[in-house]
């Protein structure tokens, strides 16, 4: 079984799953910043791969990914960067990143690479389910790829149920209708939408992402939900950090309240 | 010269060829997909048509003349018109479009509106509609096409909209339609986007054709009136994303006796390494909501147009170019700033009409056409120069 449905069928424990920006803060800080969120005890890793016109990201990513491709980070650098990835990562992994430098790498080669380099999943945001349906389905799952699909608070409660049918590991709920990092906290009537989704009895798990910035806002997210995503708060502190391993680590314990 | 089993109209799943689709993120999904399914239905109704036709007569001025250029004629020996959408109320064929959107808006329920602008063009034939109706409007816009369009900036102000400056990327169309886009995201129940171009996510790049069809509407009666016969031997139009070569080519789209004739922005060459000219340059790619024809490195990543035209100085075409460029159904030619220049300045002391940069990239086609001295050309006059007068001034050394 794919790493991601493991993890959900064998925590209790909200899961946390962090996003990365690959080559930042800098181009060789890839595997350090991996190592670091795993040592932190880190559920799940999400890898940014950078690209020029992110129009689902805020501010703080776009930035991350300019700043990384400035310094040459390409997706042939990031497979090169993640080769011997699972000497030492154990948690599952997604890469994250939009369509186009995908089908310019070639979608099966992308697809093969992700197998030899050990990803276990892909969260693409701009190829919506009918494109992926008639074109990538065949090929992800050739590969053992889960495509990982979102849902917004203005998502029909059919097309939930349609996404969740062809979903499996984790749906990805928006906590809000927003771009990453564009606002912080949970409000009653997020949670409200969350428990609302909890009650439909989907087949699959669900994390919360957008929003979400520090334990407390990790525990309501939670709490309607497996667990959470963290994007922006995240690239922030990398963008910031004087001691990268440390702060990282220091991080992840305190979302997840370990000591 | 068209082969009969080719279609130029877009399939039902949003495809014109292998170019088109809706690649969004599932935050614009509700709002993509309504307007999706309910586009055709709500421009059919006699009531939309009726509201729609009387605004483009009584507040745009159309129909737009056919003029019929003797001097350009005599210097080309050749028969030229005009297809004057440089006479439209704001200077630009952008308003057809946007009076057809605003229409749509209300009858989606939506009483904001959020639009991109490269020339500002659109920007001012957005805040113009949204000023008529009543409606909140916010326009994105680069921070170097602020700078280069300032008349225009003025204008939206004026018009009461809010011009906001995009500051990523390039800063320019392309980085002022990802602002556009993701203002959309975070504002989707109470925004309607009105895309500028035909470009964009099915079904705008049919929609916005389908507006703009207006153009070759006119001119098919209007050439029938002027020459017996209702369409030319060549239709010349400049293609940014394209929407006024796909109003001016729409009814000659399958006409065998019309050849469809795009002038796209070479910058300062198409091997300089500073051009806009996607067809030239671009592969097949994936950029705001739909796959098409796009510049871009071998990694996949966008790369930053170069042209002296704000209006063409976009990295991708629509869908549709892209279908009408690799089934050879239209020619493209790449034309340099310094050519768009000559051919401004030309108009101007030819026919008495100063035309938009953007447009002046299709007037310059004239010099390698080698059009024939009975055939006749239409070119369509997509807007006026007057948003261009500092570039003009500049370039053409007009400053006392
Ligand atoms: C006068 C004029 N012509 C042409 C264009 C290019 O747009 P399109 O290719 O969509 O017609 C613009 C865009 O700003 C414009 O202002």
Redesign the interface.
């Known amino acids: 079984m794919n790493r991601i449905s493991t993890l959900f069928k064998s925590t209790q424990e909200p899961i946390l799953n962090v996003y990365a920006t690959a080559g930042y803060p800098n181009f060789g800080d890839t595997m350090l910043v991996l190592n670091a969120l795993q040592e932190g005890g880190v559920d799940i890793i999400e890898i940014g791969m950078p ?3 992110p ?2 990201d ?1 501010e703080t990513i ?1 930035q991350s990914n ?1 700043v990384s ?1 400035d310094q040459g980070m ?3 650098h990031l497979f090169d960067q993640l080769k011997n990835m699972r000497q030492s990562i154990s948690v599952p992994v997604l890469l994250m990143g ?8 070639g979608v099966e080669r992308f697809c093969q690479k992700c197998q030899e380099v050990g990803v276990d999943g892909l969260i693409l ?4 389910l ?2 992926y349906q008639q074109s990538y389905q065949t090929i992800f799952e050739q590969y053992g790829l889960l495509n990982i ?4 608070p ?3 409660d059919e ?1 939930i149920k349609q996404i969740d049918s062809i979903s499996e590991g984790f749906i990805y709920m ?1 906590s809000s ?3 990453t990092g ?1 606002k912080t906290g949970i409000s009653s009537d997020q949670e409200a939408y969350f428990k609302r989704i909890d009650g439909m009895k989907l087949k699959n798990p669900r994390l919360v992402g957008f929003g979400i910035s520090d334990r407390e806002s990790f525990l309501k997210a939670s709490n309607g939900a497996s667990g959470a995503i963290i994007g922006s708060a995240f690239v922030k502190l990398l963008g910031n950090a004087k001691n990268l391993r440390e702060e990282i680590v220091e991080f992840v314990k305190s979302i997840k309240g370990l000591k | 010269m068209i082969d009969a089993g080719i279609s130029f109209h877009v399939s039902e ?1 949003g495809y014109y060829g292998d170019f088109g ?7 614009l ?2 709002n993509v997909e309504e307007l999706r399914l309910h586009y055709l239905e709500y421009m059919m109704e006699p009531s939309f048509q009726k509201e729609f036709h009387f605004l483009l007569k009584d507040f745009v001025g159309r129909p737009t003349p056919l003029f019929k250029a003797e001097r350009l004629s005599a210097k080309y020996n050749t028969q030229i018109y005009l297809k004057r959408e440089d006479l439209c109320h704001t200077g630009a064929h952008k308003v057809n479009n946007t009076i057809g959107q605003i229409l749509m808006a209300k009858r989606l329920g939506k009483y904001k509106i959020v639009a991109e602008t490269g020339a500002g063009q659109h920007g001012v034939a957005t805040a113009t509609v949204c000023a008529l109706m009543g409606m909140e409007c916010i326009i994105y816009m680069g921070a170097i096409d602020i700078e280069r369009q300032a008349p225009n900036v003025a204008r939206m102000k004026m018009l009461g909209a809010s011009v906001v400056a995009a500051q ?2 390039s800063k320019t169309l ?1 980085d002022a339609t ?1 602002e556009a ?2 203002h959309w ?5 109470d925004t309607h986007y009105i895309i500028g171009s035909v470009v964009g996510p099915h079904p705008y790049p049919d929609m916005v054709a389908k507006f703009q069809s207006i153009i070759s509407e006119e001119i098919k009666w209007q050439l029938q009136e002027k020459e017996g016969r209702d369409y030319p031997d060549y239709i010349l139009a400049c293609v940014g994303g394209g929407s006024n070569a796909a109003g001016a080519f729409y009814h000659y789209l399958d006409e065998p006796r019309t050849a469809l004739i795009a002038a796209e922005a070479a910058g300062q060459g198409v091997s300089s390494g500073h051009s806009a000219a996607t067809t030239f340059l671009g ?7 739909s796959k098409s024809l ?1 510049m ?1 490195t ?5 790369i930053e147009p170069y042209s002296i035209s704000a209006g063409l100085d976009y990295p991708g075409i629509g869908p549709l170019h892209a279908h009408l460029s690799t089934s050879g159904r239209a020619k493209f030619f790449d034309i340099t700033d310094d050519e768009a220049l000559e051919a401004a300045l030309e108009c101007s002391m030819l026919e008495g009409i100063i035309p938009a940069l953007e447009t002046a990239h299709a007037l310059a086609v004239f010099g390698k056409l080698g059009a024939k001295p009975n055939e006749i050309s239409v070119v369509n006059l997509s807007g006026r120069g007057d948003k261009d007068l500092a570039t003009y001034q500049e370039k053409l050394k007009l400053n006392p």
């Open positions: 690209y020029s016109d129009i689902a805020g776009q300019q491709l390409s997706v042939t939009y369509v186009n430098p995908v089908l310019q790498f945001p701009d190829l919506p009918a494109e699909f979102l849902i917004t203005q998502t029909s097309r928006v209708a927003s771009t564009a | 799943k689709g809706a690649f969004i993120p599932e935050m999904y509700p990523s990327g392309k990802n886009m993701r995201i975070n504002h989707p129940v592969k097949p790619g994936v950029l705001h909501g796009l871009q071998e990694d996949g990543q966008v």
